[in-house]
């Protein structure tokens, strides 16, 4: 099956393909097969400007195994993140 070219706009929650989907370069891959694509793989197209990503297989109606169902989201705001300063050594 020849490369089929996906609009990242067509990249949204939850939606996955039969093969692995790469970048437009063929050779790095976004996404394994079989596999969900998550929020934060939505936002790192739309960082990064990618037009399109490149994929062998089809879209999948996907499901989310109950293991990925009970993940909750984790807001870092409620991290202290002020580490100080560090010492010199």
Known sequence: ?????????????GVCYSAPVFFDDGVNMFLAANHPAK???VIALTR???PFLVTAGKKL??????????VQEIDASEFDT???ELEAL
Do not use: F, L, R
């Open 1 to 13: 099956m020849a490369p089929t070219k996906i609009k990242c706009d067509q990249i949204t929650e």
């Open 39 to 41: 929020k934060y793989h």
């Open 48 to 50: 990064w400007n990618v």
């Open 61 to 70: 109606d996907c499901v989310p195994s109950a293991a990925q169902d009970s």
């Open 82 to 84: 002020d580490i100080g």
